[in-house]
């Protein structure tokens, strides 16, 4: 099994290093005194670490590590190896609740899509949890993401609606959903491949809303490619999901759909502006479903990405992906799919036309949320200036 840390993280603040060594889905018990000696370092600062779990959506997988290998065990010098064990174990308990509730939800929307003979695969989370992370506390699900074909899209619209479900967001009161402006529903209809978001109010703790999202494509809107919906779903594979039948995009393709998801909110200034395009939790992802693909299906993915013409969004999955999970990703499928000029790997806001190149390298601007700035965000206020102090520290 390839060591976890990557040389780039040795040199990392011990709040970072501590992150990297954690984001693993399972971790060998010979780690865990490193682990627990990282913890103890009089330097880590615990605000920072704990932000960054939470930016990174890492929260839950954490802390399913402190209560597995009971890293908040005192070490041998009397110091307490890792604190807040609550926190860190209520979030993964907690997760683990609200993808129940979620799975309570959508386990009968995805029951009645299929009796009604609606062609549509689910997409990543719930999808992702069953194929690989075994375990429905680890990771934190935000929507169900259904791949559906653009003119199939009223029938499921009807059953949303019997469901309860509106499209558009919720109400600051938290209480109801509230129609977009015309302004967002315009740009959303020309800019975006998927429908505007079904939302219905949750009026839960933990579940301020349910989320369904349409997608009509793996691929942004405009990507010249010769696959369609209808050629993605005649490969999907049957699946038991949120506790209904239903069903998932095929391995080759699955792995296609999260490296050009990836992709997307990496590089788009839009999500950089708000802080979302570097998520930690992202990259484990298709490292962990990377791992699941045999021989055949590896030569089914690079052969579709060369042919689909996307190989160079994929390559930036897969080429970061190995920075932090180091032999996750064949040497082989990499070879292929290598472009010539690797330049684009360091720039940004190719998705909307902008040509920006990033002052930091790859794990530097991975761990500052300072970066927004470079993609045209507003200054920070004393809180972002505080935190991104800290992760230059």
């Not at 993964?92 to 995805?110: I, K, M, S, V, W």
């Not at 994929?314 to 990499?334: N, W």
Request: hydrophobic share 45%; proline share 7%; aromatic share 8%.
């Amino acid at each position: 099994m390839p060591d976890p840390l990557s040389p780039a993280a040795e040199a990392s603040a011990p709040h970072i290093t501590l992150l990297l060594e954690l984001n693993h889905l399972h971790i060998e018990p010979d780690r865990v005194p490193g682990i627990r000696a990282l913890a103890a370092d009089p330097e880590l600062d615990w605000g920072a670490f704990l932000d960054l779990a939470a930016r990174h959506r890492l929260l839950p997988l954490v802390g399913r590590h402190v209560h597995r290998h009971r890293l908040d065990r005192r070490v041998e010098d009397g110091a307490l190896a890792f604190p807040y064990p609550w926190l860190f174990a209520s979030a993964y308990l907690g997760n683990r609740h609200r993808n129940q509730a979620l799975c309570d939800e959508f386990g009968p929307l995805l029951a009645d899509l299929t009796a009604a003979g609606v062609p549509c695969a689910v997409r990543k989370g719930f999808a992702l949890v069953e194929a690989v992370y075994h375990d429905a506390g680890v990771r934190r699900i935000s929507d169900l993401d259904l791949l559906v074909d653009r003119g199939d899209a009223p029938r499921v619209h009807e059953v949303l609606l019997r469901y309860g479900y509106e499209q558009g967001q919720l109400a600051v009161d938290g209480d109801r959903i509230e129609p977009f402006d015309k302004a967002t529903q315009m740009a959303w209809r020309m800019r975006m491949n998927n429908q505007l978001p079904y939302r219905k109010a949750g009026h839960r703790p933990d579940v301020s809303d349910y989320n369904v999202d349409l997608c009509h494509g793996i691929f942004p809107r405009g990507t010249q490619t010769d696959v369609t919906v209808a050629d993605l779903l005649a490969r999907a594979r049957p699946a038991v999901l949120c506790g209904a039948p239903s069903m998932a995009l095929e391995p080759a393709d699955f792995l296609l759909d999260l490296c050009a998801h990836l992709y997307k909110e990496a590089t788009s200034a839009a999500f950089v502006r708000e802080g979302l395009d570097l998520q930690l939790s992202k990259f484990l992802d298709v490292a962990l479903f990377a791992g699941s693909l045999d021989e055949a299906a590896w030569g089914q993915f690079t052969e579709r990405a060369l042919d689909y013409g996307v190989g160079a969004s994929v390559y930036y999955a897969l080429h970061f992906t190995t920075a932090l999970h180091p032999g996750a990703i064949p040497e082989l499928a990499l070879d292929k799919l290598r472009p010539e000029n690797l330049d684009y790997l360091e720039g940004f806001g190719a998705p909307e036309g902008v040509d920006g190149h990033w002052s930091q390298d790859f794990i530097a601007r991975l761990f500052d949320p300072g970066r927004r700035h470079e993609a045209g965000a507003a200054e920070p206020g004393p809180t972002q200036a505080v935190l991104s102090a800290r992760y230059h520290a």
